[in-house]
């Protein structure tokens, strides 16, 4: 078995084999670790909320740096780190931050060290970094042979240049479920930016959902050069959408949502605000819009802290002009 440490996409492997309720020495087994690992792994950052692999890598981050003298936070940037996190900004974004708006420079483990210690205190400003897990329920094979018709082109064919995140236009969609399993929300995500588009869906119908795409990517689809989905019942008239838009149309495998590590992780993001067991057809849609706005507005470490906003339409950072400006 591999020495080496966990990537984010391994851990994230590893949440939906937990989903499938496989045991750890199954897990080890198929992705290549020992046994010992995944304990580690499950032991240091597991929560109530089960597995989360963005708040494992993070931690993991933070455990790294814990060796260095974190500088001590002081009440006006104690403020504003409470400000930024009851706004869903993690710990990463928030150090970036408070370096560009107060000229403050602190490592991210000292920050996650003022939210335990506030917390311990009686301040809950833990609650702001768990996110609740979406799951998934496993689809029986029969579901499966719902899919999108035997044309569909796999992920397998996807170029390389798509794989690399070499160009902007290449899409994941995917949709979230509602409480009632009617409507829902459809979400849209840019591969190398990470700039998302979202709406509220009154259903799951594959009529709806293209609408609702068409809607969303109507001003950019000249821009648009491919969709990766998964093979849900939803994403059935494909053929459609590939040829209103122009672009082309792959598929991940079945249970293999770790081929889609874009649209997952911003699932992710988007349950935070709407967890799940949420009821879509009681959220009210300029709501909605504003958490997916502001999700295209923070800082993004994947992107070398720039915003989804200001990488796909090749602007100037919000924060950076809200500094120039002195807002």
Known sequence: MSKRQLTKIERYHISYLLEENLEQKEIAEIVGFDASTISRELSRNRYENGYDPDIAQDYTAARKSFSRKGRKIGE??????????????TPEQIRKLLKIELGVEVSTQTIYNYIHRQTKEGNDLAQYLLRKKTSKRRKNKKAIERKAGDNRVSIDKRP?????????????????????????????????????WGALIPNHKPSTINQALFDLLEPIKDKIHSITSDNGFEFRDWEGISEKLKCEYYFCHPYSSWERGTIENTNGIVRRDFPKGTNFSLVDEKEFKFRIDLMNIRPRKCIGFKTPDEVFFNRESFWEMKKRLHW
């Open 76 to 89: 006006e940037e104690g403020a504003y780190i409470e400000e930024k996190l009851k706004l869903k900004f």
């Open 160 to 196: 390389e240049e798509i794989n690399k995140r070499q160009r902007f236009g290449d899409l994941e969609i995917d949709t979230i479920v509602s409480k009632d399993s009617k409507g829902g929300a459809l979400i849209i995500c840019d591969r190398a930016s990470r700039f998302t």
